[in-house]
């Protein structure tokens, strides 16, 4: 018999995902035909957001469900790739 915080900690907790950490861990969903927000069925059409959660139509918007997933830092780095630094070589003196 191991305490209730056990079991919930074993079940919250993903297989790779160290005990000791610091910080606490994502929850992982396990039963990907309901929405993980609202728990109403999804079936086929299910939406899978960058956080990795699946989510029923009213719930897919980031705003809806509170997602954890930074969409301004990967627009940053998809335009610093995506747009090189140029630097113009030495102007030759006259």
Known sequence: SAPPEAAAAAVCL??????????????????????????????????????????CAGHRASDKHECAFDYKAMGKQQLTQANPTITPEKLQGF
């Open 14 to 55: 993903p297989a790779d995902a160290p005990a000791d950490e610091g910080e606490p861990s994502k929850p992982v969903q396990t039963n990907t035909s309901r929405c993980w927000t609202c728990n109403k069925k999804i079936g086929l059409l299910g939406f899978q957001c960058k956080c990795e959660y699946f989510f």
